[in-house]
């Protein structure tokens, strides 16, 4: 089955590292994705990665993926109060011309000055 | 205008109402999709529609009615809701080639009294 779980709240303070965690289940994903929501907005994506990709680093974000565990994370360095905000974590599979995403409850992150 | 667009952004409606969400996107996709987002459960994919014809339903109930007229365009059919369907609803729309990444409006945040 689909299930995709994450923690729902994380607080940091500012400067310091952000580590977000997230478990999938479908092994036959091709993507995993994380998306960034700010209140009254919709979603924005990240940062994806390649389901057969350890690790892909974009500026101050680091996703690291370990296939076996199912396990994705998301880690935001030098987190600043814009960074505050709902996480999500999805996991991908291409079916026909559509790509069906299934989300995570989200993490919040609050940042702390 | 770009990118993907939502109207109405904010509804109130009554349990006998009939009302119509509008999504509209300006990226040249072929797929479109409706999630709703509540309190209560995390992002829900509602419909998919690829190249125009719906490929998903996820036993959405009949009160909910898309509709897409082109690969632009995308709406959704409201009548006779329940309080409980009050819920943010996000379009979203993407292409079928690379990551398949998904591109959201902001959302229609609606209240059903």
């Known amino acids: 089955g689909e299930d995709v779980e994450q923690s729902l709240f994380l607080s940091v303070r500012e400067g310091d590292s952000s580590v977000i965690n997230c478990t999938y289940t479908?092994?036959?994903?091709?993507?995993l994705y994380w998306y960034k929501q700010e209140p009254g907005a919709g979603l924005q994506l990240l940062t994806y990665?390649?389901?057969?990709?350890d690790m892909k680093q974009d500026q101050r974000l680091t996703v690291l993926l370990n296939k076996k565990d199912k396990h994705l994370s998301l880690r935001i360095a030098d987190t600043q109060t814009g960074d505050s905000a709902i996480y999500f974590c999805a996991e991908s599979r291409v079916r026909g011309a559509g790509n069906m995403l299934t989300f995570g409850g989200g993490t919040r992150l609050m940042v702390k000055p | 205008e770009t990118g993907v667009t939502q109207t109405p952004r904010h509804l109130v409606m009554g349990m006998t109402n009939k009302k119509s969400l509008k999504c509209e996107q300006h990226?040249?996709?072929?797929?479109m999709y409706w999630y709703k987002q509540s309190a209560k459960k995390p992002l829900e994919l509602m419909f998919v529609y690829s190249l125009e014809e719906r490929v998903e339903n996820n036993s959405v109930p009949s009160r909910f009615s898309p509709e897409c007229p082109n690969s632009s365009h995308l709406f959704l059919h409201l009548h006779t809701l329940q309080p409980e369907d009050s819920a943010l609803y996000l379009c979203?729309?993407?292409?079928?080639?690379?990551?398949?990444?998904?591109?959201f409006g902001p959302g229609t945040r609606l209240t059903v009294l």
């Open positions: 990226l040249g996709h072929n797929a």
């Open positions: 979203a729309s993407s292409s079928s080639g690379g990551n398949n990444e998904q591109f």
């Open positions: 990665i390649f389901s057969n990709m």
């Open positions: 479908d092994s036959s994903s091709t993507y």
